[in-house]
């Protein structure tokens, strides 16, 4: 509301009410002049003022109120020039009016030229009534003294004071008025109103032209207001605009709110209203809705007791509303589910306080499509009573959704976590199995309820306990051996091992163990039944290969024996009846029959790898040239003999003997193979083997080797064959040409020599057997072959000789008798060892190895007590202990392997006892 | 939801907006003058929107049933005027126009009457204003109540088609110390929005050519 009524003051009595009276209509013309004017009363004593106008107010800075009762003159100061304050008087006495420039002071002490005019009015008597005064600030035309000086300053100042005021009334939106008068088309603002519209202060509250109040607006929002005043005027009730005004080139927002007053008549007469500038608010207005349109957060406000809320669009468009300002709160409410907290609570009064927080579910109202919004607020009591509900709505569906599914998953988690560790629990507790896991200590942290039910130990007996407590002494290296590699997070294969059970049986264990992290997990499963089937099938299997050897061996030996006994028998007869011319016949048989036998003894042992090897450094050069000439006999003309040496050999060692016999038997197998003839390669070359390369070998260790290789151009083996190929017994001949012993018997004198054998074949593409012999490390010493001897009569030597059969003791004896020897003969180690220790000259012991009691080596040992430097020949047929003789033998003894010729053992007593000499 | 198929400038908007401010304003000096009471207008609100988005406007701020007091009018635009209030408040409205003169019980027998009369001279005040303002003249048909869940007032037009798409305008009122308030609402068909454009045109040379 403007402030152009000038009220007068209950201070001024009656006068006031005369005024009124008198001036009338007057006054209010007065009140919207831009002229400053004061009235006084000359009636009363210092001429008090009765009536000021806003123009003055405006001049001097006095409010109305200030000024009002106040002597005339209370503008003047102490530097009013005196003289002319009582020419005004005088000329007032005389005329009744006056006019005079005069300093005069405002209320900020500023001083001013004022252009004062007073005329008197008087009322019916003529008397005077009131003094008019007008006054008019002239310092200009002063300028160039003091006060022109000091004017400058102030205006100066005046402009700053304005302009903070404009800041203040910006900051505090504090409102301006304007009032229409729509029969004049006029409008008069106030102070306020002309600052923010950048009008002349005097000029607005005299009122301006409509044009006055467009023309600042900015043009793009001038013909909206245009238009929007125009209804006012016309008569719409309701004004309300927010636009831009541009004030010395600076555009500010401001909102005018408005209405029209109609007559009695329903004419609109005025149409008045509020501005305020509301730049910074609505640049903050501007960042809040950008905030909330991208943050999708929807505001509201409710003040308790009332049906609808304050909300803002973004809160409309969450719920699925149309845009509005306000909704019923029941309308908000109605899309909120039923068992959720409703959005704006407590409408009947009964308010919360302080911050409130809350989640809910809602139906959209437009697309019926189902949301979780979350509400934030705050209540806050209000000055006018009530409170006051702020908050914000914004929508939380996808983080429910999340959480929900998060949830979700890990209910499930957790379900299958639970049922897979009961599923574990059952088959740690149901297993039959041992399961157990063995820290780091060797210790067992835990184990299953099967050991108990297997070996009778307590599960706390079992943890903390080392499992090689529980291993069978036998089987604890091999239990060492995988821990250490499982410890070292090595994988290891599986490996059976005895437990002992608390009643002091046990119980094999196969057990499976892997390493993770820094423990061992074991799984162990009771294999003692089958290892006692195993065991029950390999003695029956061994048995059955005893049965078949046995077997066929008695086959052969009944043959072999036929023609001994019978020769024997029919020499016998012959010698009886004195037909001896054809005895040597049947003697030859028998020989031969007994010679038959007795190798086929020497390839039993050699398969069982039980003979005795006469190992030495070889040249294998020089062997295989050796017996090039007796190879190539064997072969026959048809098949051509390449021999194929390393220049670089090195050299093997083996026993030369049984080398040369398997040459010549692979030379022969490759001769049957070759009954079209062919070509036989026998090669020779170094090889390094690894011990992947020895997996089959039973005692070759990794290192250098001598391969001997026998090829043929031949018919090749079946794979079946082949497979078969070392098995004893197994042969391709016709029954009867061949024993099925060699490749077995080559095979185990290989392997007893610590070496190889390999054989590759296939049909029609020949055989290549490859004999792998280690190297011997070393020089080769050329141990020279002891010259010949030829059998000569011995000259009363005495030989003990020690042998328990005594078919064997009687040749014996008989061989030394008739080389001239004299014999003592024991059958075994208790009638020997008087002999040993008396003063009796014994020159040689010839004794058995396999005696009953001491054995011959022991006997030897005893009477190298006595006797160091007796030489000792030994005879065996077989003993364990002779089979490698370089370790049985030491200096001064042989052995000479049953059967020998009566010839072979002359020569060689011959040659020990000749040898000492 | 809203179409903006009509192609009004802003300016013509906000005369059109004033025209129905100017018409509602004597409608609610009708009513003051009814009620001998302040009656408190909103800034009106004018928005394009198909017949079906019209009612859900009013349903979703009347979660309740309303009472209607309509009016079609046909000229050079047609479409319809209601007054609009809770069903809460109609009675109270009818003992504040009958100035409390009636009991409770005769005020429910008169209630459709007085409402009638009171839409009539309310809606018809505002009508008749508007059609001056033009300087073209608006048939009326009799004042008729409904009432409604809000969904029903807008869809008997004549030729109403859901679709279609209509200028709708309103203002809020409310009765001081009566604690009644409703709509004064308008829904405008465009016929012919040539014809309309020169009305506004005319309209706003007029109201702003007073001050040029």
């Known amino acids: 509301m403007t402030e152009t009524s000038r009220a007068l003051s209950p201070a001024t009595g009656h006068a006031g009410t005369a005024l009124m009276a008198m001036a009338g209509p007057w006054l209010e013309a007065m009140d919207q002049s831009g002229v400053a004017i004061a009235v006084t009363d000359p009636g009363l004593a210092d001429e008090p003022i009765v009536y000021v106008n806003g123009a003055f107010e405006a001049l001097t800075g006095f409010a109305a109120a200030q000024a009002l009762g106040r002597p005339s003159n209370f503008l003047q100061t102490a530097a009013t020039d005196p003289d002319a304050v009582l020419a005004i008087g005088a000329a007032l006495a005389q005329g009744g009016s006056a006019r005079a420039d005069i300093l005069n002071q405002r209320r900020d002490g500023e001083t001013f030229w004022n252009r004062m005019s007073v005329v008197t009015i008087r009322d019916t008597k003529g008397l005077p009534a009131f003094r008019l005064t007008t006054l008019t600030d002239v310092s200009h035309e002063y300028a160039g003294d003091v006060t022109a000086q000091e004017l400058r300053i102030s205006r100066r100042d005046l402009i700053e004071a304005r302009e903070r005021l404009r800041v203040v009334q910006a900051v505090a939106g504090a409102a301006g008025g304007w009032e229409w008068d729509i029969a004049s088309n006029r409008f008069f603002a106030d102070a306020r109103f002309a600052s923010i519209y950048g009008l002349d202060v005097l000029a607005a509250a005299a009122g301006l032209p409509a044009t006055a109040f467009f023309e600042p607006i900015h043009a793009e929002d001038r013909m909206r207001v245009r238009i929007a005043v125009g209804g006012a005027l016309h008569g719409a009730e309701v004004f309300a605009r927010d636009y831009r005004i541009v004030t010395e080139g600076e555009v500010r927002w401001v909102s005018a709110r408005g209405r029209t007053f109609l007559d009695a008549q329903d004419r609109p007469v005025k149409f008045a209203g509020v501005l305020a500038d509301i730049t910074g608010q609505k640049k903050i207005e501007e960042r809040l809705h950008i905030a909330q349109t991208a943050g999708g957060v929807g505001s509201f406000e409710y003040l308790s007791g009332y049906g609808t809320a304050e909300v803002s669009e973004q809160f409309c468009r969450l719920l699925g509303f149309r845009p509005a300002q306000s909704l019923p709160v029941r309308t908000i409410n109605s899309v909120v589910h039923p068992d959720d907290p409703a959005i704006i609570q407590n409408r009947d009064g009964a308010i919360g306080s302080g911050q409130a927080f809350h989640e809910c579910r809602i139906t959209r109202a437009d697309t019926g499509e189902a949301r979780w919004l979350a509400s934030r607020g705050e209540y806050r009591r209000e000055l006018s009573g009530g409170m006051t509900f702020t908050g914000v ?419 014996v004896l008989q061989v030394l008798e008739e080389l001239g020897y004299q014999a003592i003969e024991t059958a075994d180690g208790r009638e020997a060892i008087p002999i040993l220790q008396s003063q009796q000259q014994i020159d040689l012991l010839v004794s058995d190895v396999g005696l009953p009691g001491l054995n011959g080596r022991q006997l030897a040992e005893l009477a190298r007590e006595t006797r160091p430097t007796l030489p000792v020949l030994f005879m065996t047929g077989y003993a364990k202990e002779a089979i490698d003789q370089a370790r049985f033998l030491t200096a001064g003894m042989e052995i000479i392997t049953k059967p020998f010729a009566v010839d072979e053992l002359g020569h060689r007593i011959n040659m020990i006892l000749r040898q000492n000499k | 939801m809203i179409a903006h198929v009509i192609p009004l400038e802003d300016l013509e908007r906000d005369a059109l907006t004033e025209l129905v401010n100017i018409g509602m304003s004597r409608a609610a000096s009708s009513l003051r003058k009814m009620v001998g009471e302040q009656v408190l207008l909103s800034v009106p609100a004018l928005e394009v929107v198909t017949r079906g988005g019209a009612a859900t406007l009013i349903r979703e701020r009347e979660s309740g049933q309303v009472v209607a007091v309509r009016q079609d009018f046909e000229g050079i635009f047609s479409g319809r005027a209601l007054l609009i209030f809770p069903e809460a408040n109609s009675l109270a409205l009818v003992r504040a126009v009958t100035g409390g003169a009636i009991s409770a019980e005769d005020a429910a027998e008169l209630e459709d009457e007085a409402l009638a009369e009171t839409g009539n001279v309310v809606l018809n005040s505002c009508l008749a204003t508007m059609a001056n303002m033009l300087q073209q003249s608006l048939t009326m048909s009799l004042p008729e109540v409904i009432r409604s869940d809000g969904s029903s007032l807008f869809d008997l037009v004549e030729n109403g088609v859901e679709e279609g798409v209509v200028l709708f305008l309103y203002i809020n009122f409310a009765i001081n110390d009566r604690n009644i308030r409703g709509y004064i609402a308008m829904l405008m068909d465009l016929p012919s929005l040539e014809a309309l454009r020169l009305l506004i045109a005319d309209f706003i040379r007029r109201v702003v050519g007073d001050e040029t």
């Open chain 1, 393 to 811: 709505i914004y929508d939380i569906t996808q983080t429910k959704n999340s959480e929900a599914k998060l949830r979700q998953l890990t209910e499930r988690l957790e379900e299958r976590v639970e049922a897979r560790t009961q599923e574990r629990d059952r088959i740690w507790n149901l297993s039959r199995d041992l399961l157990n896991v063995i820290g780091p200590d060797g210790t067992q942290r835990t184990v299953n309820p099967a050991w108990t039910a297997l070996l009778g130990h307590s599960e706390a007996e079992l943890v903390g306990m080392p499992m090689a407590s529980l291993v069978h002494a036998e089987d604890l290296p091999l239990l060492r051996l995988r821990l250490a590699a499982l410890l070292r997070g090595e994988t290891v294969p599986d490996f059976d091992i005895r437990l002992r059970a608390k009643d002091g049986g046990y119980h094999w264990v196969s057990w499976k163990a892997v390493p993770e992290g820094e423990a061992i997990y074991g799984i162990g499963r009771d294999v003692t039944q089958r290892k006692l089937l195993e065991d029950q099938l390999r003695q029956s299997q061994k048995m059955e290969a005893v049965g078949q050897l046995t077997g066929g061996l008695a086959h052969d030996f009944n043959n072999m024996l036929t023609g001994i006994l019978g020769g024997m028998d029919m020499v016998r007869r012959r010698v009886s009846q004195g037909r001896l011319d054809d005895v040597d016949r049947f003697l030859d048989a028998a020989m031969q029959s007994g010679q038959r036998a007795a190798a086929l003894t020497h390839r039993l042992l050699a398969f069982s790898r039980r003979q005795t090897l006469d190992n030495r450094p070889l040249d294998i050069t020089a062997l295989v040239g050796s017996i090039a000439d007796l190879l190539r006999r064997t072969l026959g003309e048809q098949v051509e003999l390449v021999v194929d040496m390393d220049p670089e050999l090195w050299s093997a060692v083996a026993d030369d003997n049984q080398l040369e016999s398997a040459l010549l038997n692979l030379a022969i197998n490759a001769r049957d193979a070759m009954p079209e003839g062919g070509r036989l390669t026998i090669s020779g070359r170094n090889a390094k083997l690894s011990a992947s390369d020895l997996a089959h070998s039973d005692r070759a260790e990794a290192g250098d080797y001598v391969e001997i290789g026998v090829a043929d151009t031949g018919l090749g083996m079946a794979p079946e064959v082949l497979a078969k190929a070392f098995d004893p017994f197994y042969t391709t001949k016709p029954l009867g040409q061949g024993t099925g012993l060699g490749l077995s018997m080559i095979y185990g004198f290989v392997q007893q020599s610590r070496g190889n054998v390999l054989i590759e074949s296939q049909e029609g593409q020949g055989t290549t057997i490859r004999l792998f012999l280690p190297r011997h490390a070393g020089a080769l010493t050329d141990a020279a072959k002891p010259a010949s001897i030829d059998a000569s009569l011995g000259q009363g030597e005495v030989v003990l000789v020690i042998e328990d059969d005594p078919a064997v003791r009687l040749l």
